[in-house]
């Protein structure tokens, strides 16, 4: 029998919900470009309940126990002797999510003789250390497409956030203001604007596609270049470099997983080639930008504006300097952790475990780490060191 550590954030302060905002979610079965939604044999939860907290526990408790594995739910997993800590040596699965993650250094893996497979509930595996997996055969999965659409809905939401000065004026209202002047001062339309994104994989293409009808100019640069239909279906002007893309855009938006050649890269250089007053959205890793150059440049002005889902470490202490900073538009990682997309990343969670517990093959789109090497969508995402 398996004994599985799930580490999922913290429920709601107010307790677990008792009801919900909506009665139903729609029922999402494929994804652009044809890849299924999740298919388990079957689910233990509702459709739009919040699965991803500590009393969630990603609708998985009866289907485990009933098979006689153990199922270990905890959010701690920072410090010395977090239960992450103490329960990891005869794990044989962990699971986390990229908005609570279990980090798992290459001395955790060290110290986990029994780990056999590590999953994300969710998209993004870098929390992992993907060398340390290779060299112990520890097998690396996601629910891959599972949330990206809800990420690039967070994105387009912050673009129009920023570039209508909407959380400001928001603000006005509910200190009981009608300051119109204040508000507008930093509003403009998106219209006409050139936004880029750094990155056309799953989400920067959607992304793509949802700011296309806003009439704005779109660029994009990847490692993998989109088909030339894509690129004439929506306008779009390819640029060989993250370099070469930004000093054309007034919006630049990070979807890129974090590597060696994307850690670091938003620094003092590559910003100070930027466009002044240009904004920059995130969602994708904090550690791709330099988090004090980000306050340097939104405190000179080289930044309009600033928003963010992802922070390092998570979660971020209550100094980081990214929570006091000017005209930012930070959110707590919660882009991809829609109750909708909790459906779907839980529902392919329970797929995974389906296949590694039946001995059967996981899906090639869910590897990230397979056989002692990148595997899936991981040897597409990622460089061979990470």
Same mark, same amino acid.
């Given at each position: 029998m398996a004994k599985i550590l799930?580490?999922?954030?913290?429920?709601?302060?107010?307790? %677990?919900?008792?009801?919900?905002?909506?009665?139903?979610?729609? +029922?999402?079965?494929?994804?652009?470009?044809?890849?299924?939604?999740?298919?388990?044999?079957?689910?233990?939860?509702?459709p739009g309940e919040l699965l991803g907290s500590v009393s969630g526990e990603l609708g998985l408790r009866?289907?485990?126990?009933?098979?006689?594995?153990?199922?270990?739910?905890?959010?701690d997993k920072e410090g010395d002797g977090s239960v992450l800590d103490r329960e990891l040596p005869d794990t044989d699965v962990v699971i986390s999510q990229p908005f609570w993650p279990a980090y798992l250094t290459a001395e955790r893996i060290a110290k986990a003789p029994n780990l056999k497979l590590a999953i994300t509930a969710g998209i993004g595996s870098d929390h992992v250390d993907l060398d340390a997996a290779v060299q112990h055969g520890v097998t690396v999965a996601?629910?891959?497409?599972?949330?990206?659409?809800?990420v690039a809905e967070h994105v387009v939401m912050m673009i129009l956030?920023?570039?209508?000065?909407?959380?400001?004026?928001?603000?006005?209202?509910?200190?009981?203001?009608?300051?119109?002047?204040?508000?507008?001062?930093?509003?403009?339309?998106?219209?006409?604007?050139?936004?880029?994104?750094?990155?056309?994989?799953?989400?920067?293409?959607?992304?793509?596609?949802r700011l296309a009808p806003f009439d704005v100019n779109l660029h994009y640069t990847d490692r993998h270049r989109l088909p030339e239909s894509v690129e004439r279906e929506l306008n779009l002007t390819f640029h060989a470099s993250a370099a070469d893309l930004v000093p054309h855009c007034d919006v630049v938006t990070i979807n890129a997983p974090l590597h060696p050649e994307t850690e670091g890269l938003f620094g003092e250089k590559l910003l100070s080639t930027m466009k002044r007053g240009t904004y920059l959205i995130n969602t994708a890793r904090a550690k791709?930008?330099?988090?004090?150059?980000?306050?340097?440049?939104?405190?000179?002005?080289?930044?309009?504006?600033? +928003?963010?889902?992802?922070?390092?470490?998570?979660?971020?202490p209550a100094d980081h300097p990214w929570r006091t900073m000017p005209n930012h538009g930070m959110t707590p990682h919660i882009s991809g952790s829609s109750l909708s997309a909790q459906a779907r990343y839980a529902a392919g969670t329970r797929e995974i475990l389906e296949s590694?517990?039946?001995g059967?093959?996981?899906?090639?789109? %869910?590897?990230?780490?397979?056989g002692g090497r990148l595997a899936g969508a991981g040897a597409h995402s990622y460089s061979t060191r990470m």
């Open positions: 799930c580490v999922l954030y913290d429920d709601p302060a107010a307790g %677990y919900p008792k009801s919900y905002a909506r009665d139903d979610i729609p +029922a999402i079965t494929s994804y652009p470009g044809g890849q299924t939604a999740p298919t388990p044999q079957a689910i233990d939860f509702t009866s289907f485990l126990e009933s098979q006689g594995h153990t199922l270990v739910v905890t959010s996601e629910v891959t497409f599972s949330n990206s659409i809800s956030g920023l570039v209508r000065n909407y959380i400001p004026s928001y603000q006005v209202v509910v200190d009981g203001g009608w300051n119109i002047a204040d508000c507008v001062q930093r509003s403009y339309d998106l219209e006409g604007m050139n936004v880029g994104t750094v990155a056309a994989g799953r989400i920067g293409t959607a992304v793509l596609r791709i930008v330099d988090r004090d150059a980000i306050v340097k440049a939104l405190e000179s002005g080289q930044l309009a504006g600033y +928003a963010g889902d992802v922070w390092y470490p998570q979660p971020a590694w517990l039946a059967t093959p996981i899906r090639d789109e %869910y590897l990230i780490v397979d």
